[in-house]
């Protein structure tokens, strides 16, 4: 942890009150061309926790890496004690080509705690695992929603954890979802290593949304100015409105194939039987209204335009507090 006065991690060594950029390199291109995956490590000369900041585990999950540039960008990363360890980009094959996966189709986040001798998602888990995550009190992990869903600005953690509640309410995303870990996910392991981990989710893939993105930068400025290691410099303000608990939610899915459009916006507050979108055909011969099945919030929106029965349309809570 950060107390130590020299940090030694992936094969460097950071002392109290210095600041670094080491490299998280674990394969070559084909083409034999080295990719170096910065990590930028800042470090008061004042003890304290260890703070590890991440982002693009999915390769097209650019809103999450825009909101790790940002912090990075105004200093936030300098910490009054302790160290902020920052990864914008973990997942820099997937990155390079706008692709979620990793050039051999696998899901990092379905790949951890990794395997030194394995696939090429799975040695880039295993050395995450490995070499940076022990040193960490506190995860944020920043992600984006996929395809073309539209996640509301929230936080993802598991039910009774008093802990996790706390600094979930300090961060002040407008919703916390309670959520089950996934088997050979990134917030699982930190989980069973004793690791808190706060999971941001907002906005969508290839997509940069700037209230997402504030949202995250100032939710990332309330967590460190909770724990004290803030700079002076940046001022902290209070959420707009009270975080919503989301406890319990479930899928809409398209009953046609068609056109969609939706035509409430996301966060909004519904109540049953409201009309959430239609889907049309081209033709102009169908059109069907999308209807909330429950009182709720939604806090998700598929964008795409063309949609197939049975996709996912609307993420709607069906208990809250």
Known sequence: MSDKEVLHILGEDVALGESAKVSFNVAKLHTQNTIDVPVIIERSKKPGPTVLITAGIHGDEVNGVEIV????????????????????????????????????GRDLNRMFPGIRGGSLASRVAFKLVTEILPHADLVLDFHTG?????????????????????????????????????KKSFRNTCYKL??????????????IDKTITNTGVNGAKRVLHHLGMLGSKFKVSKPKKACIYITNSKW??????GMF????TINSEVKKGEVLGNITDPYGSFNHFVKAPNDGYIFNINESPIIYQGDAIFHISTKFK
């Open 69 to 104: 540039r940002q912090i990075i960008a105004k200093g936030i990363n300098k910490p009054k004690k302790g160290t902020i360890i920052c990864v914008p980009v973990i997942n820099v094959f997937g990155f390079i080509h706008m692709d979620r996966e990793f050039p051999d």
């Open 146 to 182: 996929g395809a073309d869903r539209f996640n509301a600005a929230q936080i993802r953690i598991i039910k009774n954890e008093d802990n996790l509640d706390e600094l979930a309410q300090v961060f002040g995303a407008p919703f916390v979802l309670y959520s089950k870990h996934l």
């Open 194 to 207: 004793g690791i808190p981990v706060l999971l941001f989710e907002g906005g969508k893939s290839f997509h």
């Open 261 to 264: 459009k939706s035509t409430i």
């Open 252 to 257: 809409i899915r398209a009953n046609y194939s």
